[in-house]
Nanobody, 121 residues
Framework: QVQLVESGGGLVQAGGSLRLSCAAS????????MGWYRQAPGKERELVAT???????NYADFVKGRFTISRDNAKNRVYLQMNSLKPEDTGVYYC???????????????WGQGTQVTVSS
């Protein structure tokens, strides 16, 4: 239904910046919301930021003022601009798309394969 591919991860020093990109393909017209999640080694996956089809944005408290989520509907992409990176930001960052079927209702979540972000101290 929906395919998501993340890119833009890498190695950066503390205080540096990275820009992650998520490219969506397939039945992209059915996506209701997109989000960025991350998972550090030995920890649970956690929400970083979300953006709805209508443009509503929500950030986790630990990234407010540092990260910015945005979208480019024409290119079917969602971005995560990460500034002032900290070693604690290290982890695999995943893109998620949510599809809601209103007739049931039921929702489906689609995940990308993730992109590694490593922040050195």
């Amino acid at each position: 239904q929906v395919q998501l591919v993340e890119s833009g991860g890498g190695l950066v020093q503390a205080g540096g910046s990275l820009r992650l990109s998520c490219a969506a393909s397939g039945r992209i017209f059915s996506i209701n919301a997109m989000g960025w999640y991350r998972q550090a080694p030995g920890k649970e996956r956690e929400l970083v930021a979300t953006i709805t089809r209508g443009g509503g944005i929500n950030y986790a408290d630990f990234v407010k003022g540092r990260f910015t989520i945005s979208r480019d509907n024409a290119k079917n992409r969602v971005y995560l601009q990460m500034n002032s990176l900290k070693p604690e930001d290290t982890g695999v960052y995943y893109c998620k798309g949510r599809v809601v079927v209103t007739t049931t209702p039921v929702s489906y979540d689609y995940w990308g394969q993730g992109t590694q972000v490593t922040v050195s101290s």
